[in-house]
């Protein structure tokens, strides 16, 4: 008998999907999300909240203290260095961080988690980039919220190379919600 014959193959394109897509992190009803249940939300940075290595703005220094008066723990996960995040953590005042992140492994979606005493049923991640951000977040269970990118064009190479691999993904993302199925197996309050 053939052993792959006991392999069940998970379509890897629904871990790739986004439990939610919104126009920006901005527009994100939180205090709803925090009345569901949900007591902490893991972001990236660059992209997510400013334009990337874009230092913190006035917008994002109010929504960090919003987020706190609601009751929020709030975390920044990112893969860029130390000195980036930790700037704009300084900036921002009300939450925590982690650099060099490694996503999308789980690891750092893991240990933010455990920074902030919540578990993967009462946290949300807010990101923009399927192949790293959402990706990970799914596969460490949590509610996916991929956001459009706050300034799309002005960007890396490889992340422009990403981008294409993403709008593909997005499509099959559309098909998917257009016949209403179940978008991926993250359990949402
Ligand atoms: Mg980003």
């Not at 994100?28 to 972001?43: A, H, N, P, S, T």
């Not at 723990?73 to 650099?99: D, G, H, M, W």
């Not at 596969?139 to 956001?147: F, H, K, W």
């Amino acid at each position: 008998m053939c052993p792959f014959y006991y392999v069940k193959i998970e379509p890897m394109s629904r871990n790739l999907y986004p439990r939610d897509y919104v126009d920006s992190t901005y527009s994100i009803d939180f205090k709803k999300l925090y009345e569901q249940g949900y007591r902490g939300v893991i972001f990236d940075v660059d992209n997510t909240l400013v334009p990337h290595n874009a230092p913190a703005d006035d917008r994002a220094i109010a929504f960090f203290k919003e987020l706190n008066d609601i009751g929020f723990q709030a975390l920044l996960l990112s893969n860029n260095k130390e000195p980036r995040v930790k700037k704009f953590k300084e900036a921002v005042t009300y939450c925590s961080y982690i650099y060099k992140a490694g996503k999308p492994g789980k690891a750092g979606y893991e240990k933010a988690m455990d920074q902030m005493g919540t578990d993967a049923s009462n946290t949300i991640f807010v990101g923009d980039q399927i192949l790293t951000d959402i990706w990970g977040a799914n596969r460490a269970g949590i509610r996916s919220v991929m956001v459009k990118p706050v300034l799309k064009w002005h960007e890396e190479i490889q992340i422009i190379f990403k981008r294409f691999l993403e709008a593909i993904i997005l499509l099959g993302y559309r098909v998917y919600t257009i016949y209403g199925k179940e978008i991926n197996k993250v359990p949402v309050k």
